[in-house]
């Protein structure tokens, strides 16, 4: 339903606007939605429609009009999408049209050693296409972002596995030595601090006195890879890895909190920008955050961490997980809005202007993670009544669009259908109930967009 949606009203366009039957460029006019749907497609074995897309990329995907982009979500949405899609099957035009994107990306790095945020120095850059710029917006942002000299964590962060994985197939280095220009760059600079704050000048490389420490948006995907980098390449380069359980505990130290109706949360600190600042706790949690507690069951299923640590890890992954379904389950619609607040008195409640539900893929994922770690059937049980809220309140006639406040029934919709819904969401969902082998996590990692890349490639 929602591929036909797409394929009828918004074909090769990046998003689908199901209300008004059209769709938009939002993404630079690069597809997202039809390449984010590449491997879901191959997945499920609907050929058919793989093929017809993969001859749109071979025919029709213009990489040499200018637009203004974002280097995360071109990487994660674009590059990881056509290289899954060639780890699928095997067809040389995906990897080609790959390795074309992320060498004009690769342009826009400085070739120097000095600070970590200098290879970023063109981010903020306006067109051609082979200039980037940070396009992520939203009112942490706005609140911390105040000039262009400021970028995310997640921005320049969240390119390693992508770029490695493309560094692998292609055999040049150059993508996978960018990327750990980053990385190794950061524990350089801050070899006693795991847990970064989210936002970084990208001329010095320092972090911004005003400041936020969280493991939500603008943050998330950073955390996310440095265990899936160390999974990726093999469990060679233990640093990452060590990184990553170092961040993990800072996190469960400083963010982890149980409200005063007994859920499990995550929130975060705001930082002023006054000298000494220590940071004031914001018991406040994202959907976005719902993406933890199935990268510590990964972890702890993969063997990342054992002993105590695996033990206290996977307890944390199920309180959290239990939390992020009842984000679903106390709200009207049965979907969970972008954000709640624990209240000291009430607990959960839903603020003004975090109601909407953009058919976010997180706690299904989590789900999916920890169906697959401990085989517990109501993982599944949860899963399907989160499906069956979609299908009641954000299924239209023209695919599934977003809604506007999972707190109002009937709820409002609005005229967006996110590409992560086919590539995330529905993927997640599918793999929630299907068999074990349908995806090895012993031999293909996801990137944070949901784009499974074979491990066995990416490890040479």
């Not at 130290?253 to 109706?261: A, E, I, T």
């Not at 600042?277 to 990342?304: D, I």
Request: hydrophobic share 40%; charged share 20%; glycine share 8%.
């Amino acid at each position: 339903h929602s591929w036909r949606a797409y394929e009828t009203y918004a074909w090769g366009m990046d998003e689908l606007t199901p209300l008004t039957k059209g769709g938009n460029d939002a993404f630079g006019g690069l597809g997202a939605t039809l390449i984010d749907s590449l491997d879901t497609l191959h997945m499920m074995g609907l050929y058919s429609d793989f093929r017809r897309a993969r001859d749109w990329v071979a025919t029709q995907l213009d990489l040499q009009h200018d637009a203004k982009l974002s280097l995360f979500e071109v990487t994660i949405r674009i590059v990881g999408g056509l290289i899954a899609a060639y780890d699928a099957c095997g067809d040389a035009v995906f990897l080609t049209k790959a390795d074309e994107l992320a060498s004009k990306m690769l342009d826009n790095f400085r070739s120097t050693e000095q600070g970590v945020l200098k290879h970023l120095h063109l981010i903020y850059t306006d067109i051609p296409l082979n200039i980037f710029r940070c396009c992520t917006c939203n009112a942490m942002e706005s609140h911390y972002a105040t000039t262009p000299e400021t970028v995310s964590l997640a921005e320049f962060g969240s390119f390693s596995l992508e770029w490695h994985a493309l560094s692998a197939r292609t055999g040049k280095p150059e993508y996978g030595i960018q990327a750990d220009k980053i990385i190794d760059g950061l524990n350089q600079r801050y070899p006693k601090q795991a847990f970064l704050p989210t936002w970084f000048n990208r001329h010095t490389g320092k972090y911004n006195p005003g400041n936020m420490y969280t493991v939500g948006g603008l943050a998330d995907s950073y955390f996310e890879y440095l265990l899936k980098l160390w999974l990726l390449r093999g469990r060679r380069g233990e640093v990452y890895r060590s990184m990553w359980e170092r961040a993990m505990d800072e996190v469960l130290d400083r963010l982890l909190h149980v409200s005063s109706d007994g859920l499990s949360y995550v929130g975060h600190i705001s930082v002023a920008k006054r000298a000494g600042s220590q940071g004031t706790f914001k018991p406040k949690m994202e959907h976005l955050a719902c993406y933890l507690p199935g990268n510590l069951a990964l972890g702890v299923g993969e063997g990342a961490v054992r002993g105590a640590k695996a033990h206290l890890y996977a307890s944390v992954a199920a309180n959290l997980t239990y939390t992020c379904w009842q984000m679903y389950e106390r709200m009207p619609t049965g979907l969970a809005p972008e954000a709640v607040s624990f209240d000291p008195v009430v607990g959960m409640t839903v603020e003004k202007g975090s109601g909407r539900n953009i058919l976010r893929p997180e706690t299904i994922e989590s789900l999916y993670y920890m169906w697959r770690l401990t085989g517990d059937r109501k993982y599944r049980d949860w899963g399907w009544e989160i499906f069956q809220a979609f299908q009641k309140h954000s299924r239209g006639k023209t695919g599934y669009h977003s809604i506007s406040d999972v707190m109002k029934v009937p709820p409002q919709a609005e005229d967006k259908m996110e590409s992560f819904w086919l590539a995330e969401t529905l993927k997640y969902t599918w793999l929630l109930f299907g068999k074990p082998d349908a995806l090895p996590l012993d031999k293909y990692v996801l990137n944070t967009e949901a784009h499974p890349l074979l491990i066995k490639a990416a490890a040479a």
